[in-house]
Antibody
Framework: QVQLVESGGGVVQPGGSLRLSCAASGFTFSRNGMHWVRQAPGKGLEWVAFIRYDGSNKYYADSVKGRFTISRDNSKNTLYLQMNSLRAEDTAVYYC?????????????WGQGTLVTVSS | QSALTQPASVSGSPGLSITISCTGTSSDVGGYNYVSWYQQHPGKAPKLMIYDVSNRPSGVSNRFSGSKSGNTASLTISGLQAEDEADYYCSSYTSSSTPYVFGTGTKVTVL
């Protein structure tokens, strides 16, 4: 079955950096686009970034553009999110999610998330 | 890209039906048949309930159904059960530079 396991979250000071990882199994990772979606404490879901199956195209929310970078290593079945210049408003649980079979590539399976706290 | 608009809360009695709306624009909900719905219980990851407006993934109860009219998509839960109490989010593909957007979320309460 599909498994997505995020790691790398923690507490970081404003202006700092963090790299999240998402280990994938149970499906052919190299054939699927992947998303990062976040959820601030007590708030709704916010789409963050998407990368195509081969890394050829990447898309970002305006709120993170220029600060976050999505990438993948298909040889390791792993998705990454490099987060720089972190702000308090980036505090959230970060989920990785696999694109579904719809032509829209909207997510189907989600990981359990990793918490990022930006605080001094 | 603004979030899609959902009611903050919807409630219903066991066995009855409720409908959650998701209103966008012609650039997202109205322009494509690419709306998904997710269920999220407290402290858990979201779960896909509906994709492409009205399709149910394997394993999702047929009590859940989706539809769309103009710029508004809807999720209907029939035969409401206690386990349906959760937050629900819609999501759509968009033609903007940020290709995906989520709804504001709806808390469903089973009375």
């Amino acid at each position: 079955q599909v498994q997505l396991v995020e790691s790398g979250g923690g507490v970081v000071q404003p202006g700092g950096s963090l790299r999240l990882s998402c280990a994938a199994s149970g499906f052919t990772f190299s054939r699927n686009g992947m998303h990062w979606v976040r959820q601030a404490p007590g708030k709704g879901l916010e789409w963050v970034a998407f990368i195509r199956y081969d890394g050829s195209n990447k898309y970002y929310a305006d709120s993170v553009k220029g600060r976050f970078t999505i990438s993948r290593d298909n040889s390791k079945n792993t998705l990454y999110l490099q987060m720089n210049s972190l702000r308090a408003e980036d505090t959230a649980v970060y989920y990785c999610a696999k694109e579904g079979y719809s032509s829209s590539s909207l997510p189907d399976y989600w990981g359990q998330g990793t918490l990022v706290t930006v605080s001094s | 890209q603004s979030a899609l608009t959902q009611p903050a809360s919807v409630s219903g009695s066991p066995g009855l039906s409720i409908t959650i709306s998701c209103t966008g624009t012609s650039s997202d909900v109205g322009g494509y048949n690419y709306v998904s719905w997710y269920q999220q219980h407290p402290g858990k990851a979201p779960k896909l309930m509906i994709y492409d407006v009205s399709n149910r993934p394997s394993g999702v109860s047929n009590r859940f159904s989706g539809s769309k009219s103009g710029n508004t998509a809807s999720l209907t839960i029939s035969g409401l059960q206690a386990e349906d109490e959760a937050d629900y989010y819609c999501s759509s593909y968009t033609s903007s530079s940020t290709p995906y957007v989520f709804g504001t979320g709806t808390k469903v309460t089973v009375l």
